[in-house]
């Protein structure tokens, strides 16, 4: 073949490939706007915090708007104890500060959280489950690979704990380095298990469970390693397994995305404003420990 129409080939072929790629705009409505409740409240003797803020159009880029005017109380209905939540610096963060060693109540004891903003009430309900003891916490130093797990150089940490026997347990588990939260796929559990299906009552938490530190961002010599193991409701799993679901939905297999659960209800049957959110109450345990060079 001459070099010319060798030439000529090469040239149509590149213009066919290129007229397959078609830039489709999707046109998304930006939707009504909903009030958005994170009220992830700990039965700890520290401040507690509900953040409000409102929900933008799935392309929006920039802060979310926070929520300011609301009233927001918790109920211990067990206890008939209410604690008002207040939003002193309007940021949308609704606070209560505990007197002393005050907490908000016991194992056992159920919640209702309720919101009323812009002529509207949302209630949601919820149970203090039980915890589990953090036994202990390990570390390793390791060179940096190319495992997702190991981006970086640093040490990296592992903990030790057991599920409650005697009833099916979730949890919520929760690490730090020097206060920041360490954000990982792998932090609920089923007993000791991630799945479901897959709980066994009294096991040891199993890897990838265990692991409390960023692959991007691991531990240096004097840093704080912490773990929470926070008790949620079987309901609570469910919203954190489908957000799960939604966050890391992509690529080859990606599905069509879905509108994640709430348990927030209008207390108005027939009004159409609806609220979005998740409101949990927690029993913790932790431990920490800080990182020392090992020869």
Excluded: H
């Excluded at 700990?42 to 803020?53: A, E, K, S």
């Excluded at 920039?62 to 207040?86: D, I």
């Excluded at 990606?254 to 029993?283: H, I, K, Q, Y």
């Amino acid at each position: 073949m001459k070099p010319v129409i060798k030439f000529l080939y090469a040239a149509f072929a590149v213009v066919l490939l290129a007229s397959c790629e078609d830039i489709v705009q999707l046109n998304v409505a930006p939707g009504e706007t909903q009030l958005v409740v994170d009220a992830f409240i700990t039965n700890r003797d520290t401040t507690q915090t509900i953040r409000l803020t409102q929900t933008v159009p799935y392309f929006a880029s920039g802060q979310v708007p926070t929520v300011t005017g609301a009233q927001v109380t918790l109920r211990n209905t067990t206890a008939n104890r209410t604690f008002e939540f207040a939003d002193t610096r309007s940021n949308g963060i609704y606070a209560w500060q505990p007197q002393g060693r005050d907490s908000i109540g016991r194992l056992g004891d159920d919640f209702e959280l309720t919101v009323s903003y812009q002529n509207n009430t949302f209630v949601a309900n919820s149970r203090l489950n039980r915890t589990t003891p953090v036994d202990s916490i390990t570390y390793e130093f390791r060179e940096a690979g190319p495992d997702p797990e190991t981006q970086a150089e640093g040490y990296y940490g592992t903990f030790f704990g057991r599920d409650a026997p005697g009833g099916r347990d979730y949890y919520w588990i929760r690490s730090y380095v020097n206060g920041v939260y360490q954000s990982r796929v792998f932090n609920f559990a089923v007993d000791g298990f991630g799945g479901e299906t897959q709980g066994g009552d009294g096991f040891p938490f199993i890897p990838p469970l265990q692991g409390l530190t960023d692959g991007r961002r691991p531990a240096r010599v004097g840093d704080v390693m912490r773990v929470e193991i926070w008790s949620i409701t079987r309901e609570t799993f469910g919203f954190l397994e489908q957000a799960q679901r939604q966050i890391t939905n992509g690529g080859l297999f990606a599905v069509t995305p879905e509108n994640v659960r709430t348990n927030l209800r209008n207390t108005n049957p027939n009004s159409r404003t609806r609220a979005v959110g998740w409101f949990n109450t927690s029993a913790v345990s932790g431990l920490s420990v800080v990182v020392k060079e090992k020869k």
